[in-house]
């Protein structure tokens, strides 16, 4: 039986919505999580399935994102190593390469030291005996290669083995299930909700509105609408080759343009991305473009020549950005939360972030939102719960 008072009904079961229930049942509430299609069915299912501290975003300062990211990085491969491993990054530099080996050095130093120089933070430079070894790797102009380790995880299925913790801890779950409206009372909003198994309507103390690029669309079904951010949809395109890497993910930089493009191992394949294309039509309906896929195709062919695989497949995804000028790559990639009431927020809006930090992310909505919230008892704590791998989470 679904509860139909609640303290948090969650918006959306990709990782952020997913992290958020589970935040929350941890915490003691009664939480609601509703899906309009699956989990992880959008942008969580089509990242570069990577959990990583953002080496790249040292570029641009963001030095607290890599911190943080590192330090979930750590948490999630004790937490889930059935689901998060490292995996061996591979740096190569030549002639042509913007990025000069100094730049290099200096960035994976600063990433060591951000990771508190662990032994997995830590990086070298490869012999050239071992060039021969790196997958066939162009040698042609080849300067110095750096390797670093980093995690790589299947995102989907790391959304889907967080909400099953949520739903140990007792949250509950509908999809396919909608949000039709929700009406803001004294005591938080009266909510409409459209699904199999869904009651006519619930009462929620708060709403996380966790819709990933759908989150205009849910703001819009409130009444009196919530404050909403101004932000960009970018896609992202992987494309998947038939053939494998067996020496790891390489960081690559796209001649053409100077981006950051990883080529990796994927289930016996290889998969190329990302791009970052400006977006504006309905996020439901984004899709590789042609000149997306010849991009990535032409990126590893140029670096692995004798590679030789055929395009199986392609996917795309979208960030949610704040909106600005230039270039996406050097928009900050801070989760942003948007809130109805700075002093007791009942209804919470997130915008951006990043697969590795979705647990953190879901401890600042927590703590935004505590004021709202009844005393409860915990059940758990986030940072010690297991992950461990699920074929399906169903309703509940």
Not at 199 to 205: C, E, I, K, Q, S
Request: proline letters at 6%; aromatic letters at 6%.
């Amino acid at each position: 039986m679904i509860r139909t008072e609640l303290d948090v009904l969650v918006i959306g079961a990709g990782i952020h919505g997913v992290g958020i229930a589970q935040a929350a049942a941890a915490a003691g509430h009664s939480v609601l999580l509703v899906e309009e299609r699956d989990v992880a069915a959008g942008t969580s299912s089509r990242s570069s399935k990577l959990i990583h501290g953002g080496l790249r975003y040292l570029e641009t300062f963001q030095l607290r994102l890599v911190r943080e990211s590192l330090r979930e990085r750590a948490l999630l491969l004790e937490l889930a190593p059935e689901l998060v491993r490292l995996v061996p990054f591979h740096i190569p530099v030549y002639r042509s390469t913007s990025r000069r080996p100094w730049m290099i050095r200096a960035g994976l130093s600063l990433y060591a030291l951000l990771g508190a120089l662990k032994e997995d933070a830590r990086f070298s430079a490869l012999p050239r005996g071992e060039w021969d070894a790196l997958d066939g790797l162009e040698r042609d102009g080849l300067q110095a290669v750096y390797r670093y380790h980093d995690g790589q995880t299947d995102d989907a299925a790391l959304a889907r083995a967080v909400l099953a913790s949520a739903v140990e801890l007792g949250a509950q779950v509908l999809k396919p299930c909608s949000l039709v409206a929700a009406d803001r009372s004294r005591a938080g909003w009266t909510c409409r909700l459209e699904g199999a198994g869904a009651p006519a309507r619930v009462h929620a103390r708060v709403v996380v509105n966790a819709a990933g690029p759908w989150v205009g669309r849910v703001i819009g079904r409130a009444s009196p609408a919530p404050p909403r951010r101004a932000v960009d949809l970018v896609g992202g395109t992987h494309v998947e080759f038939s053939g494998s890497m067996e020496r790891g993910i390489y960081y690559t930089e796209a001649p053409s343009d100077q981006r950051a493009v990883f080529v990796m191992p994927w289930k016996g394949h290889t998969l190329v991305g990302t791009t970052e294309t400006p977006y504006t039509g309905d996020p439901a309906e984004i899709a590789p473009r042609e000149s997306e896929v010849d991009y990535l195709e032409g990126i590893l062919r140029h670096y692995f020549p004798q590679h030789g695989g055929e395009r199986l497949d392609a996917w795309a995804g979208l960030r949610v950005l704040p909106q600005g000028e230039g270039q996406a790559f050097s928009r900050p990639r801070e989760v942003i939360l948007a809130v109805d009431d700075e002093a007791r927020p009942s209804f919470v809006s997130i915008y951006g972030g990043k697969l590795t930090g979705y647990r953190l992310t879901a401890r600042k909505v927590m703590r935004r939102i505590e004021r709202s919230l009844p005393w409860a008892t915990p059940r758990g704590d986030t940072a010690t719960l297991r992950l461990k791998p699920v074929d399906s989470v169903g309703p509940s």
